[in-house]
């Protein structure tokens, strides 16, 4: 950034507010603690009585699935979370928007069975001429303060410390590039040649749902996409079971090492940074990567308590649609909609939000190199 606008336009576009619980939990860490050390605590599921089977619909759907997608049966689950060690570190509470654990039912439903991918997203805009909100030049009703000249092209990239930090200020490891966008994922030097199966990232809100309205499919809810990723199994931990390495074999692309120095991830996953689809085994339902890789936009609006006032109402709730508006009073200025499924970026250290009830959130017009989406459509 060469001015204090400039800086404030990247403050204003990030959409890392999905691990925004993670940060606000160290800010009184001493200085010799700068940085977690890693650990492996097993989190407290003693509440796993919680969960109840899931009950799966029976009936199909006439015929072969859409192309790239997948038949979700759809039924009761239990959805939420009710694991209070988000990071696996002790850092209690930061789970608490995913609780309670409540009943829900969804209708079935076809689902991508990857994120959506950089070639498939090309195919779009050039059917469409569709512009991305990181490709639009910022206005100055967007951002009154701003000089003319710091109004640029862009979206927000991340970038490694170059030595260890504190993880109570995530502006540290995060900056506003200016001509980032999903054709140039790290900046205006860097393509997406050779990445044509990567999940297309850059991408906010409006712009997923302009796909997905183009491709006849729609975002998820948020419920759709829990039911989906638990694959017919109540209240694990993970996608894909209670152990986060089973066999001693990461099974999402997620971060291992000191988070977030340069060359700090190990890669002990199998990739540094993210990850093309289809690289781990895929869920019960026939999903990769619905953990880890990047975060997926869904349609709900957030809400700090929606899972709060669905548990009260003693009933199942059917085929929710999220709340009517955002509400979080710890951060009323923006306007959010739930992530879910983690990132590459998620490490013990900060941020486990690839388990499987746990929520992120993001600014609606805020796009990032590690959030993207996939679609559902209803049969």
Known sequence: MKNKTFWIIGLLTI???SIAFGYTKLVNVPKKEAVAQECHEIPDTTEANAF???IENKNKPVG???KGMVWIPGGEF??????EDESLCSIKGVTKDAAPIHRVYVDGYYMDETEVTNEEFEKFVKATGYVTVAE???TKEEFPTASEEDLVTGSVVFTPTVSAVNLNNFLQWWRYEPGADWRHPEGPQSTIKGK???PVVHVVYEDAEAYAKWAGKRLPTEAEWEFAARGGKSGNLYAWGNNLKPNGKFQANIYQGHFPIKDGDTGEDGFKGIAPTKQYAPNAYGLYDIAGNV????????SVDYYKSLAESGKTTRNPQGPDAYYDPNDPSEIKRVHRG?????TDQYCTRYMVGTRGKGEIRSAANHVGFRCVKSK
């Open 15 to 17: 959409s890392i507010i």
């Open 52 to 54: 109840k089977p899931t």
């Open 64 to 66: 072969k699935a859409p």
């Open 78 to 83: 239990s959805m939420g979370s009710n694991v």
């Open 136 to 138: 639009k030049k910022p």
């Open 196 to 198: 044509e199966k990567y």
């Open 295 to 302: 975060w997926e936009w869904v349609n709900d609006w957030y």
């Open 342 to 346: 983690g990132s590459f970026l998620c």
